[in-house]
């Protein structure tokens, strides 16, 4: 074998994959013999009867089904289902650990609890439940009285987009009377935005990579835990296993050699945020070498060729755009790679049978790029691979019931006209439900904070958000926190009033379509044990306070508990037509999802169906969302749309607000003309000079870390090396020419410093790592939890400093300048 940088990183990287891919990663096997010795809270069950209870894991949007074992009522083991449709008997190490996140009484909250320490100190005293609700119920209804509800706001960061509890935070709010229902961001919004843009349809992103014979990853990390590992990670053997007679390749693209990269079939190292123009450079050659599927462009696509407009103006379309501006020899200024790159790529694109371009960076669990996504998206439609065998299923939301309308009174109704705080879904950001990060800059920005009283539901923002720690400023101005975390987090710890959740092993709760996966899947969660302590359901407690509220806002929840609503969207599964709520693991779903003959149920009424999810965790329809030869696009046009009638529409609809040139700076879009409609590539402002900031930070994630809103559980600390954590300290990766550049040894302790802060870690000198980049792991530097997580490492996020998506005014994650100086 030649031994080239590729090569040997993959050598160096390999190892690590292999650990991580095995059941119980070997270091975590060998470790924890000894070290778990001194945890009392290691769970040791005394002889009893065995039993092993079927449930759903909600610890990421991935899904997977989970038997839990028990010895009497105590569960002592997780695994995954061979009986379960998403995840053919496999979990990842969160999901093998997620007893940890039942037991560890360090970890959660036991009881209701009010704060007596200073903020962020963690320190509560145990309250009842009557005291808690009543205290939050007296607060909304002062500020109703007062006549601002909506100064009442709330953020949600549930996996599930459309899961029930979200339903039900929003209309509470829409109850009391306040339009902030704000979320944490995801790759979910970005798919949804781009897939409603481009096609029509709003569903979740489905991706049939299982039958793909040619993938090109632009970042997704595929063993990093991308979409939730459970299925991934099968996806990824199969692959493999077809790698290996030729008959699939897989392309990872990214400027690190990740775990996904260093086992992809081609690592495509390019320069971060310049995904989108890769895609228009390899859809150039597509167009220019008549590699695209002509007759899908013609027949079912809007604004590839040029166009008159019904006034009579000329427009130029996506054609003309990608053959003026995105040629090979531009396209590699822009990425750093060879022009040759790009045209090889392409050609391997369009002579595979079953091609596919993915995106969604690292887990996933990021939101990326509007127009990025767009550009990829355009890509699979040039390819002619949309609801296609191995490509992406658009599809319309899983058909689950909707609940009734109810009346507002009229201060709900004069709250819910006032403007939301964040501005999404403004003039500005037209396509965007919730940008949590305006709305922390509204809140810093003002004199008194706009919000009275925050309620923080299955998120831990002050941890989680990009953007170097604004958002904990602003729960620094916000009078009243209410958090319902079952776990003593970061923005609990900031919490005036806690109203603990149960945790995922001891409640019911739905999974609506577990992330990428190919047909509608309804997942629903059981308590495997009764609760622990004196926590209780999160949508019990809104039922409780909005019963306690009264009037229209105690009529708008006529439920007596949480599962009656559940029940509710179950029974919009059922009317929708036929399902499954079986899966016996013999056939493979992926192997035969086309439509052929009528499904038939395997229940005989909603009963039946009901009894058996409660039971079994499961309802689905094993059958592409939209097959080829329906009427897939329900844009303006019908068509997918390269040139954006709705983008288009926006900008045109809001003259009134300023000049043309204004109302795009506004939107943060720095091209003009007509490639403001279609997909393309912006290059990033650097907020700073680049002669104090020479290098970019890049995050990254790792399938041993959870870097979301649910602690990792703390096993999983020891299965990192020794040049990810060494004691309390993370290492920042660099290239060991860069290192040389600013005279840096291996291991050596550095201060990484962005204009936003700094973090004190240790290089790790990494051959795999883009010189001038600077790769900190996310997941760790956690000031919250026990003991074995509070300390540890640096939180990226601490220092990236914020910036804002064209169009979509998100966060963005890749695009801080930062700069080494010795400790
Ligand atoms: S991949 Fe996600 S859903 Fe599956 S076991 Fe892991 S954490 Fe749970």
Redesign the pocket.
């Known amino acids: 074998m030649e031994l080239n940088r590729r090569n040997f990183v993959k050598l160096l990287v390999g190892g690590a994959v292999g650990i991580q891919l095995t059941p119980l990663p070997w270091k975590l096997t060998d470790d924890i013999a000894i070290w778990t010795q001194n945890w009392p809270w290691v769970p040791v069950p005394p002889a009893g009867a065995f039993d092993s209870v079927k449930s ?9 089904g ?1 038997a839990v074992r028990k010895v009497d009522e105590r569960a002592v083991k ?1 695994e ?1 289902r061979t009986d379960y449709p ?2 053919p008997g ?7 650990g ?1 007893l940890q996140l039942l037991y560890d009484k360090d970890i959660r909250f036991t009881r209701p609890m009010k704060r007596v320490g200073p903020r962020g100190a963690g320190v509560f005293q145990d309250i009842s439940w009557e005291e808690a609700i009543g205290t939050l119920c007296s607060r909304i209804s002062d500020l109703r009285s007062q006549g601002k509800p909506e100064a009442l706001a709330a953020v949600d960061g549930s996996y599930m987009r459309g899961s029930t509890m979200s339903l039900l935070i929003e209309r509470l709010l829409k109850a009391i009377g306040s339009p902030n229902y704000l979320r944490t961001p995801s790759f979910e919004d970005t798919y949804q935005m781009t897939s409603t843009l481009m096609t029509g349809r709003e569903g979740p992103l489905a991706c049939d990579l299982e039958n793909s014979d040619f993938v090109l990853s632009f970042g997704c990390g595929f063993l990093e ?1 991308w979409e ?5 990670l099968n996806a990824w053997t199969i692959l493999r296993d077809k790698a290996l007679s030729k008959k699939a390749k897989v392309v990872q693209i990214e400027s690190r050699a990740s775990n996904t990269a260093s086992k992809a079939d081609l690592w495509v190292p390019i320069k971060p945020q310049t995904e989108a123009a890769l895609a228009l450079g390899i859809s150039h050659v597509l167009v220019k070498e008549g590699l695209y599927n002509r007759k899908f462009v013609e027949e079912q696509c809007f604004g590839f060729d040029d166009w008159t407009s019904s006034d009579g103006k000329e427009h130029i379309g996506f054609k003309t755009l990608l053959l003026k501006k995105y040629g090979p020899e531009q396209v590699a200024q822009i990425t750093g790679l060879k022009p040759s790159r790009i045209v090889s790529l392409a050609v391997d694109f369009a002579k595979a049978k079953a091609p596919v371009a993915l995106f969604g960076k690292e887990k996933g669990d990021l939101n990326g790029s509007l127009y990025e996504c767009m550009s990829i998206m355009a890509l699979n439609a040039l390819a002619g691979k949309l609801n296609q065998p191995g490509g992406i299923l658009i599809s319309d939301p899983l058909p689950l019931g909707i609940l009734p309308d109810f009346q507002q009174d009229p201060v709900a109704l004069a709250g819910n006209s006032k403007p939301r705080l964040d501005g999404a879904g403004s003039p500005s950001y037209p396509f965007t439900r919730s940008l949590i990060n305006n709305f922390a800059d509204t809140v810093s920005g003002s004199g008194d904070s706009p919000v009275d009283t925050l309620m923080v539901f299955s998120s831990n923002p002050a941890f989680t958000l990009p953007d170097g720690g604004r958002f904990k400023k602003a729960l620094e101005k916000i009078p009243f926190i209410v958090s319902f975390s079952p776990f003593r987090d970061e923005t609990a710890f900031m919490a005036d009033l806690i109203l603990p959740n149960h945790t995922y092993l001891e409640k019911m709760d739905d ?1 609506v379509w ?1 992330a990428a996966l190919q047909f509608p899947l309804y997942g629903l969660s059981r308590p495997v044990v009764k609760p622990l302590y004196d926590t209780r359901h999160s949508g019990d407690v809104i039922l409780q306070i909005a019963k306690k509220l009264g009037n229209t806002i105690g009529d708008a929840f006529p439920w007596g508990a949480y599962e009656d609503v559940l029940k509710i969207r179950a029974m919009g599964l059922f009317k929708s037509g036929p399902g499954l709520v079986h899966y016996d693991g013999k056939t493979q779903t992926w192997e035969d999802l086309q439509v052929k003959t009528a499904l038939k149920p395997d229940y005989k009424d909603f009963d039946e169906l009901w009894k058996t999810l409660k039971s079994n965790g499961l309802w689905y329809r094993p059958q592409y969302a939209t097959g080829a030869g329906q009427d897939p696009f329900k844009t303006p046009t019908g068509r997918f749309e390269f040139y954006n009638s709705r983008i288009e529409q926006a900008v045109s609809g809001n003259t009134r607000n300023g000049s043309r040139e204004e109302i795009l700076d506004a939107m943060g879009i720095h091209v003009r003309g007509d490639e403001v409609f279609m997909p393309h590539y912006e290059k990033p402002a650097i907020p700073v000079k680049s002669s104090d900031y020479p290098l970019q930070l890049v995050p990254y994630e790792l399938i041993n870390l ?1 870097t979301s809103w ?1 602690p990792s559980p703390p096993f999983l600390m020891k299965t990192l090396y020794d040049n990810e954590l060494l004691k309390d300290t993370s290492f920042a990766e660099i290239h060991p020419r860069t290192a040389a550049e600013y005279h840096l040894k291996d291991a050596q302790r550095v201060w990484i410093e962005s204009p936003s802060g700094k973090v004190n870690v240790r290089i790790a000198l990494f051959e795999g790592a883009m010189p001038g980049m600077v790769y900190l792991p996310l997941g760790l530097g956690h000031s919250a939890y026990d003991e074995f997580l509070r300390g540890k490492g640096s939180n990226p996020n601490d220092i990236i400093h914020p910036s804002k998506d064209p169009l979509s005014g998100m966060p963005v994650w890749w695009n801080t300048p930062v700069r080494i100086t010795k400790a």
Request: glycine share 28%.
């Open positions: 759903v894991c909600s610890l990421c949007p991935g899904g997977c989970i997780i995954g998403v995840n496999g979990i990842c190490p969160i999901g093998m997620g835990g939730g590992a459970g299925r991934i999974v577990p959870a649910t």
